[in-house]
């Protein structure tokens, strides 16, 4: 059970703390006084009278003495009595300043934290100083910031979503229109057409849920020390007829001893060839991809470099960002939504490695990289 000065608000919890500590040491001070003081008197009567003068004194002096000896305790008693009193006063006061300076940047946070759970993410509690509870504001409004990301990020992803849906639903809309209205021919031609786009709806429908359930955490990775060579050759085998189809080079660079990587094969061989794919779509006939995997420190880090169109300086830091697309008319009409490099960065990152892109600018190319630890960090 709670004591009765553990109730209340901080502030009465604080003044009671504040009480107890000063009751408690005038009552310690009072105890010992009343202890001392008489052997203390004592001992200064017998300094200033000489230490024989109880042999040579007589009765009447021997009683004064005692009656000294009572005054003085009284008088220290009452004095000690007054001085507690009037320092509890005091105290009261500088306590009820001091509780209060204590208490109100809390009560502010509070009043902060209620109104972000009331779903008004840009309050911030305010910071003044540099001790502790300065920090806990300043902690807070750096999470009170995190919310409010994650809330724009939130809405911004409803209407990405909204708008990636409204452009090929709009296009189905207007063949099947043209169809009933008999202004476009239902024939093999349209159909195809139609077909197109529910395909672009399905692949994002299936995008989202990917990194949905990747984002989530949700992707359970089946780790196992990996050959890089091996993941190279299981891309390989899956592209070399894309990439000899449009006429683009398609070569490996890896050492066959290079150390194993802890990973999940699926999962690498899904980034290694999202980004694979990237290359050839974006290089033209002619041009040569190149993937590189080399030992870097703790890591195995990836590289793979395509001659295609490259990539302005603006565009590199945003190209993880969902649906961030350099050119939406050119990747709407190859199929794209922008979420292919945002899976891949967290598949990366759920491995525990880290993945960037190079380009020196427009038509020189690009070349995207990423790391994945040695098997043997795990064992
Ligand atoms: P998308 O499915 O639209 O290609 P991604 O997330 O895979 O989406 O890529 C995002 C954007 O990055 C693309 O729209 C494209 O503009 C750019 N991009 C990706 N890979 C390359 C590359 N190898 N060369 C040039 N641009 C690239």
């Known amino acids: 059970m709670k004591g009765w000065w553990a109730r209340g608000s901080l502030r009465r919890r604080l003044l009671c703390a504040h009480l107890v500590t000063i009751a408690a040491g005038a009552i310690t001070l009072l105890g010992t006084t009343l202890l001392f003081a008489p052997s203390l008197h004592d001992r200064l009567m017998i300094a200033w009278l000489g230490p024989h003068w109880s042999m040579t004194a007589d009765a009447g002096m021997v009683e004064m003495e005692r009656a000294t000896n009572a005054i003085f305790t009284l008088a220290m008693a009452q004095a000690l009595a007054i001085s507690s009193g009037v320092a509890i006063l005091v105290a009261v006061m500088v306590s009820l300043a001091a509780s209060r300076q204590i208490a109100q940047p809390l009560e502010r946070l509070l009043v902060a934290a209620q109104r972000i759970a009331a779903g008004h993410y840009r309050e911030r509690a305010p910071v003044q100083g540099d001790y502790e509870l300065a920090r806990l504001a300043a902690q807070f409004n ?8 994650a809330e724009q990020r939130r ?4 209407g990405d979503v909204a708008h990636e849906l409204r452009t090929p639903l709009a296009t189905i809309a207007g063949y099947v229109e043209g169809m009933l209205d008999a202004v476009v021919e ?28 990747v984002e989530a955490g949700q992707v359970a990775l089946n780790t196992t020390a990996v050959a890089p060579a091996a993941l190279c050759a299981a891309a390989l085998a899956r592209l070399e007829p894309q990439f000899a189809e449009k006429g683009v080079m398609l070569r490996i660079h890896v050492a066959p001893d290079l150390p194993p990587v802890s990973a999940d094969p699926d999962r690498v061989l ?26 870097a420190g703790d890591t195995v880090r990836w590289a793979v470099r395509d001659t295609g169109i490259g990539i302005a300086a603006e ?12 050119d939406k008319a050119r990747t709407r009409a190859t199929g794209g939504a922008g979420i292919g490099l945002t899976i891949c960065k967290a598949l990366v990152e759920l491995h525990g490695g880290q993945i960037w892109v190079e380009s020196a600018g427009l038509g020189q190319g690009a070349t ?12």
Do not use: C
């Open 368 to 379: 995207f990289f990423f790391t994945l630890p040695l098997f043997h960090r795990y064992e």
């Open 142 to 149: 750096t999470m009170a910031a995190a919310l409010e990301n």
């Open 186 to 213: 239902p024939d093999e031609g349209t159909w195809a057409l139609v077909l197109d786009e529910v395909n672009r709806l399905r692949r994002l429908a299936g995008d989202l849920q990917e990194l949905s359930r």
């Open 315 to 326: 565009h590199l830091p945003h190209l993880f960002e969902r649906f961030y697309r350099v």
């Open 155 to 158: 809405v911004a992803l409803i």
């Open 270 to 295: 899904q980034v290694l060839i999202n980004l694979l794919g990237n290359a050839l779509r974006y290089t033209p006939a002619g041009g040569e991809v190149v993937v590189q995997a080399v030992k």
